[in-house]
């Protein structure tokens, strides 16, 4: 493939390509870093590597292969795909289902799952012939993910991630409710309350300094995170669970988990942010508490998801309906 360097390259060539190369080609900087590596960019006869530069007006050659079979397991696991074309599958994910393997988690993974489900019709992602996952949710988070067939797809709906313009929503039932009128929230850092009692949380989120597989609330380091959140229902007498809509305009590591944490307001069944926290056995029935205490997974929910489609620049929207375990505690809270 030739790519002409226009003025002003940026100083990395890795970066100086990605301008350069045609959009129709999808490669993206991590293709082009690999393309690097494997000796398969030239000036000429030159080989060029990660710390070469670029001029303008440089005539640069690049050898794209095509897709190699990857290593990944085909396996088949029933999925259900909420959409499907050429370009990418939008799947509502199960609860318990990882999404990518990885030690400890080898197989039975969504990637297995559309190995199989997909086939040939991959067309290679990095130069390998899988799916392209541009977004996770956790093992135990049920709801929708969109996942690319190919390069260019994958390529543009990272970029839109990237952006924070795809759309997601979360269903979410929490402890308590997060009530516009508490003076207690007012006074949590990062936390504000916008127009129609939506409650916004804004802070640094980064790996717990003391236990390494969870994710904290840091004043200082971390990723930036923001999460939206506003009640939808409550239940108890007086409340003591609330049914939450939250929408991501980050997409950290356990972001609405650790956010609801912070504000006191853990999710029910999250052994990792809120374990101790039970319902008060006076506010709900004896059935209810139990069920909630019970609960196997942090009750939360991707139940929307948007997005403009990578090829078509069409947008494509899709709900997912609340799970089976989440509507009978819901049924258990409202007996």
């Known amino acids: 493939m030739p790519v002409t360097i226009a003025a002003d390259p940026p100083a990395r060539i890795d970066k100086a390509l990605a301008r350069d190369v045609p959009p129709e ?13 494997e000796g398969a960019v030239r000036r000429g006869d030159e080989v060029l590597h990660a710390k070469s530069r670029l001029r303008p007006g440089d ?5 794209v292969t095509d897709a190699q079979d990857t290593d990944l397991r085909a396996e088949a696991i029933p999925l259900d795909i909420v959409y499907e074309d050429d370009a990418l599958v939008v799947v509502n994910k199960a609860a318990g289902m990882v ?13 297995n799952a559309l190995m199989a489900h997909c086939g040939e019709t991959l067309s290679g992602i990095g130069g390998e012939r899988r799916p392209g996952i541009v977004h996770r949710i956790d093992k135990d988070t049920s709801g929708l993910l969109v996942v690319a067939k190919t390069d260019g797809a994958h390529h543009g709906l990272a970029a839109q991630f990237a952006a924070h313009s ?3 929503h979360y269903r979410a039932l929490v ?19 916008e127009a129609g009692g939506v409650l916004c949380v804004r802070t640094q989120i980064g790996r717990h300094r003391h236990d390494r597989q969870r994710q904290a609330v840091l ?11 506003r009640v939808l ?19 950290r590591t356990h972001q609405i988990r650790v956010h609801m944490a912070h504000l006191g307001h853990p999710l ?39 997005f403009t489609h990578p090829v078509t620049q069409s947008w494509l929207e899709f709900a997912a309906p609340m799970p089976d375990d989440m509507s009978q505690m819901i049924g258990a809270l409202s007996g």
């Open 99 to 111: 999404v990518h393997p990885a030690p400890g988690s080898p197989d039975g993974t969504l990637v």
């Open 233 to 251: 229902d409550a239940y108890g007498n007086p409340a003591a669970v609330a049914l939450l809509d939250c929408w991501l305009e980050t997409g």
């Open 25 to 37: 080609a999808a490669l993206s900087r991590t293709r082009l870093a690999r393309l690097l590596d």
């Open 166 to 168: 795809v759309a997601r």
């Open 268 to 306: 029910l069944g999250d052994q990792t942010y809120g374990a101790r926290r039970r319902l008060p056995a006076r506010a709900v029935p004896p059935a209810a508490a139990a069920a909630a205490a019970a609960f196997p997974r942090q009750a939360l929910h991707a139940a929307t998801l948007g």
């Open 59 to 63: 005539e640069i050659t690049l050898s």
């Open 175 to 193: 402890h308590g409710v997060p009530d516009a009128a508490a003076p207690r929230l007012v006074g949590i850092d990062g936390v504000s309350f």
């Open 219 to 229: 004043p200082t380091g971390g990723r930036h995170a923001v999460t939206r959140a």
